[in-house]
């Protein structure tokens, strides 16, 4: 595949594949690739193939039952095609497995199928049904990257659309059992080479065992130069024999030696977590952690969705950059995964609505802008497309005079109804009340609360409070920027309404419960809560400049529409000064400047001193005004480091995240 202008492939839509659908001599069809003129399995025996290759070829009943271990069980495969691995996977896990294990599935695909494909291939299965409808009510849109389900809250898939090579060097993580699968070598040898078994043994376990149907020599080649030893076994039906082995020391992971100081902090056990802070970071965190099994106290002095959280409606959207870059990789993984966790969370859509986000190009050079977006980004249609003003009208319900970018599975959200659903959960205990310090002790981190009187100890804790985070010394010098918003209200009949987000400075929400909630301003380093006429005005002249007439529209249907006829809402919101989030482990400050102080001299020379965090100590925050686009992803990346787990991201973009970055960056350009 291509390569962006970040490093990474090109982000970009998948090609879908090409079937044919062939009968056999009992009549029953089964998919046949176009591409690779090979089957995807026999609709007879595939199944049994499965089982005998893949199930047994790696001992996976007999692991399961006696695994203990607080971390999932990860399986990686080469090749999804159907998912039925997968999903023989998942069943013989239920059967073996102990009551709380965990279940990590990790899968690439090339050519991913259309999802009436997958829906008509699965069909053969009918006691896999019920597992087959999850994948299929979470099959993701074509994108290049990695795309997380929710399969159980005991069962996770990731799946990496791409090169099986390419997706399997920017894994973040480490397996336990191979499937080495895919077409035939002789029919598909691009994916049988020598590099992609040197990044199959790169993220192994010690110990992890492969099986794959092929005997083929240049199989049995690459695996034994990649360090695994291989052994030949019964194979199934008319083949004879196929290889099963297993790697007992795998290389040692090199591709932080550059950047050791985003070298992650080893595991450690972990049965009660704080997470300091209810907005939509910390309560999707708690609800992340809960889902595997830890106990979790959430604490905020006013509860649930209170802060920049606390408003009735925010919208879920995102704006990418005209060229790829790790940002926009993040934003978009972020709103795939958030539309995805809401529809299984939420599947009646009570809090939130994927009505799709218009996002308007009222100038020309945000429609240039957009125009190069689009050419630098070959993105599925029912991700984003161009529309012109005739249909952003017809897809808004009300007269636009510009066109501009459609994010289908984009929309809005009702932020602190989410958030007192989340902290609601299973798992999750609630304390109102405000944290004054943090100290590390040998039983863990000691919280003292603002009465002094009050404390608690827990393994680890997670602090998700914005701006506020710096009240803490552990997170002395960290930049987060507070960036006051306002947005306005007003009572208003829905037949007058938008029927998706429209946004271009500001936005302007469908209506919900009978209000119309556009806005909002963005005042950076203003704390101020205040509901202010001057920001009703402001955002009054922004949905002007959007909209055009549709303020008169609203006047001449009888709506007061003045600065002291409208109501609002004021919070505060955090930014980084790159605009990503941070989220990951917090690094001591003063050991990062001393021990990476030469790269102030001398950005080539870098230590080979792994970076220093404070051990069990994680921040989610600088979520800005895009955070239900980002919290939740960000939620999914702290939980699976904490468990060590496979990433929902790439390598890259997990150390993008990082919040030691901005200590690496200003050393280098000598600030430090």
């Given amino acids: 595949m291509s390569t962006a202008p970040d490093g990474l492939p090109a982000l970009c839509a998948a090609e879908l594949a090409h079937l044919d659908w062939r009968s056999d001599d009992t009549g029953e069809s089964s998919p046949h690739s176009q591409a690779f003129d090979d089957v995807y399995f026999s609709r007879h025996d595939g199944r049994a193939e499965t089982e005998h290759v893949f199930i047994a070829g790696n001992h996976l009943p007999e692991r399961f039952a006696a695994w203990q271990a607080s971390r999932p069980f990860v399986i990686a495969e080469t090749g999804f095609g159907t998912g039925l691995n997968m999903l023989c996977a998942w069943a013989a896990f239920e059967r073996h497995a102990p009551a709380g294990s965990r279940l990590h599935l990790v899968s690439t695909e090339r050519y991913p199928m259309a999802r009436d494909d997958l829906e008509r291939a699965l069909s053969s299965w009918p006691d896999l049904a019920d597992k087959a409808r999850v994948i299929i009510n979470q099959w993701p849109a074509p994108v290049s990257g990695v795309h997380r389900l929710i399969l159980t ?23 336990d059992a191979w499937f080495l699968d895919g077409f035939a070598p002789s029919k598909n040898p691009e994916m049988w080479r020598p590099e992609l078994f040197e990044q199959m043994a790169a993220r192994s376990r010690p110990g992890a065992t492969f099986a794959t149907f092929t005997c083929a020599g240049i199989v049995k080649r690459g695996l034994k130069a990649a360090g695994f030893a291989w052994r030949k076994v019964p194979g199934f039906g008319r083949k004879r024999e196929m290889l099963a082995g297993e790697i007992s020391t795998p290389a040692q992971d090199a591709r932080r030696n550059s950047t050791p100081w985003f070298h992650p902090p080893a595991p450690c056990t972990t049965r009660h977590i ?17 889902r595997r099994g830890i106990a979790v106290t959430l604490i905020d002095a006013q509860g649930p969705g209170a802060e920049a959280s606390g408003n009735e409606q925010g919208a879920l959207y995102v704006k990418l950059a005209v060229d790829t870059n790790h940002q926009s990789r993040t934003y978009l993984s972020g709103l795939l995964y958030s539309y995805r966790w809401l529809s299984r969370l939420d599947p009646a859509q009570r809090l939130w609505q994927p009505s799709g986000v218009l996002q308007l190009a009222t100038s020309e050079q945000e429609t240039r802008r957009q125009t190069r977006f689009l050419e630098h980004h070959p993105l599925p249609a029912d991700v984003v497309h161009a529309v012109d003003a005739e249909q952003a009208s017809r897809l808004a319900g009300v007269s636009i005079d510009h066109g501009g970018l459609f994010y289908s599975l984009a ?54 409070t914005a701006a506020d985070s710096t009240q803490f010394a552990q997170f002395e010098g960290l930049p987060l920027q507070p960036v006051r918003g306002q947005v306005s209200r007003m009572p208003v009949a829905e037949a007058t309404t938008p029927d998706t987000v429209v946004c271009a400075g500001g936005y302007l929400a469908p209506p919900l419960n009978g209000w119309l909630t556009f806005g909002a301003t963005f005042t950076p380093n203003s704390s101020d809560r205040t509901v202010t006429a001057e920001d009703h005005r402001a955002n009054m002249n922004e949905l002007e400049r959007t909209l055009p007439g549709y303020l008169k529209h609203l006047v001449d249907n009888g709506l007061s529409i003045t600065p002291g006829a409208l109501e609002g809402r004021a919070a505060v919101r955090a930014a980084s000064p790159d605009k990503s989030p941070y989220a990951g482990p917090v690094p001591i400050r003063d050991p990062w400047l001393e021990d990476y102080a030469r790269l102030g001299k001398d950005a080539t020379r870098i230590p080979d001193t792994a970076g220093q965090h404070y051990p069990g100590l994680w921040i ?16 999914e990346l702290l939980a699976s480091r904490i468990c060590d787990e496979p990433l929902p991201l790439e390598l890259p973009l997990v150390d993008h995240l990082h919040p030691g970055r901005r200590i690496i960056r200003d050393l280098i350009r000598g600030k430090r």
């Fill in 153 to 175: 809250p005991q069962i996770i898939l990731d799946l990496h659309i791409g090169d099986s090579t390419e997706r399997l060097a920017l894994l973040d993580g480490q397996v």
């Fill in 411 to 464: 929309g809005w959200v009702r932020p602190r109804v989410l958030c007192e659903k989340l902290a609601s959960g299973s798992g999750i205990r609630q304390i109102r009340a405000n944290v004054t310090q943090l100290e590390r002790r040998d039983e863990g981190w000691l919280l003292t609360f603002d009465d002094e009187q009050q404390t608690l100890t827990v393994d680890q804790v997670v602090v998700a």
């Fill in 620 to 635: 989610s925050a600088a979520h800005g005004s895009r955070g239900l686009a980002s919290a939740p992803l960000c939620a």
């Fill in 274 to 290: 704080a997470v300091i802070g209810a907005g939509i970071a910390g309560c999707t965190a708690a609800e992340a952690l809960a």
